[in-house]
């Protein structure tokens, strides 16, 4: 009995160590669907058409893999495709041994990129310095998660012409198996001076912070912030900005299916130069924005960027502008703008409302009438600014000749602008004002 006991467990350590031997392999065989595919599938279709990535070569092996592929990128209003490289090292899990240490895993992969441009190659071999190390790492976990990280190294770099002070990158993209995703990025402080004019510029750091609910869908739900704390410059403007913050925000429309609402927002906490504004805050909102509109427009630029490819050199026809505009002119849309600034040491704000109703029964552009184009639209616009500041500014000798016309009132030391339209009806501060001088 206790002989069939050891034999059993000497069967079952056999087994597990061939179970070990073998799983590299196995992984590696599963290399291009368990990662690499997962990789690019990240990218939204809408933005694959400027984006082209041919696989060049991939080799398999027990432990390792190696593979390379080409990538080819056309920005938008360019005639020139940006050409380059991505080698892959691959080391298979399960237990793999990184840069970082012992990690257990499917897949650990360093990714070195290549410009193909030989007018890129020598420029960077021409820099009279060297260059901060720059790597590339991908992880992949047994749930089917993918880990991209980067880093660049700080760097420090003084010369007789110019010194520069680069304090380091490092930047995430955990990628989940049901597409969501978070993006973290954070870069130290960046300080550029020129010896001999004393030109240069300070940036404290800056931070960003993104996810979505699905990486790869353009319309899901996603959040954005980038925030800097502050940046600086001596010359030749002398300037000093604090408190820069971005976000936005992707949400679905009253129409989940087919609409989405987009949310913006840009701020200055304070800034500190020649010129007479001391804060700004700019809030946009787009809502009931039609899905299709957005890929109707990409694929505007897709046909564009084709045709400059092809070397017409031609721009977007007029057949697919119209066709564009006339979707546009038929589904509603919301647009808000919230704007506040400090401007002369005083405080102002502007709120623009417009609500584009649509032309559901438009079939053509040529079709469509100013009365028409009235009547669809709502407006609203409230503007508040501080009188003694405008009294201040270039713009004071307007205040009376505006006033007397009724184009603006005074209110407990406030300029003040209400201006409504709505019904094909135009009002000015309270006033009906007959829309014909304005056609």
Do not use: C
């Not at 070990?20 to 279709?45: E, H, W």
């Not at 190659?121 to 590339?136: D, H, I, M, N, S």
């Not at 001076?193 to 004393?198: A, D, I, K, N, V």
Request: charged fraction near 15%; charge should be negative; hydrophobic fraction near 45%.
């Amino acid at each position: 009995m206790q002989n069939n006991k050891l034999a059993i467990g000497i069967g079952l350590g056999v087994i597990l160590i061939l179970a070990i031997a073998a799983a590299p392999k196995l992984i590696g065989l599963s290399l291009r669907d368990n990662t690499v595919d997962t990789l690019f599938s990240l990218i939204p279709p809408e933005t694959r058409q400027q984006l082209v990535i041919t696989e060049t070569s991939f080799e398999d092996g027990w432990y390792s893999s190696s593979a390379e592929f080409q990538v080819d990128f056309t920005p938008f209003a360019l005639d020139e495709t940006l050409s380059g490289s991505l080698a892959f090292e691959f080391s298979h899990g399960p237990v793999i041994l990184t840069p970082k240490g012992m990690e257990f895993g499917l897949v650990h992969a360093t990714i070195t990129p290549r410009f193909a441009s030989k007018e890129i190659t020598k420029a960077l071999t021409q820099v009279p310095f060297e260059l901060p190390e720059v790597t590339f790492e991908l992880f992949a976990g047994f749930d089917q998660s993918l880990l991209l990280e980067l880093t660049i190294a700080p760097v420090t770099i003084t010369e007789p012409a110019a010194s520069v002070s680069f304090e380091g990158l490092t930047g995430t993209l955990l990628a989940n198996p049901d597409m969501s995703a978070e993006i973290q990025m954070m870069m130290g402080g960046l300080r550029a001076t020129e010896s001999e004019s004393g030109m240069g510029f300070e940036l404290a750091s800056m931070q960003l912070a993104s996810s979505s609910e699905q990486m790869n869908n353009l319309f899901a739900p996603s959040d954005l912030l980038l925030s800097i704390p502050s940046i600086s410059s001596q010359s030749p403007l002398q300037f000093s900005v604090e408190g820069v913050e971005a976000q936005s925000r992707v949400r679905p429309g009253i129409d989940a299916q087919r609409q989405i609402d987009v949310y913006q927002r840009f701020n200055i906490n304070n800034i500190s130069s020649d010129i007479p504004i001391r804060s700004l805050s700019w809030t946009t909102e787009v809502n009931e924005l039609q899905t299709a509109l957005v890929s109707a427009y990409f694929d505007l630029i897709a046909n564009f960027q084709q045709q400059m490819a092809a070397g017409s050199g031609a721009m977007p026809s007029e057949e697919d502008a119209l066709e564009l505009a006339l979707l546009l002119a038929q589904n509603g849309l919301v647009f808000n703008n919230q704007v506040a600034a400090n401007i002369y040491d005083g405080d102002n704000q502007a709120d623009i409302r417009i609500r584009w109703l649509g032309l559901p029964q438009l079939q053509s552009m040529e079709e469509i009438e100013i009365s028409e184009v009235i009547a669809a639209l709502e407006v609203e616009v409230n503007v508040s600014l501080d009188l003694e500041a405008i009294m201040r500014s270039p713009a004071a000798e307007m205040v009376d000749p505006y006033v007397q016309q009724g184009y603006v009132s005074i209110d407990n030391g406030r300029l003040l602008l209400d201006v409504s339209l709505a019904n094909s009806e135009l009002t000015i501060n309270g006033e009906v004002t007959p829309l014909d001088q304005f056609l």
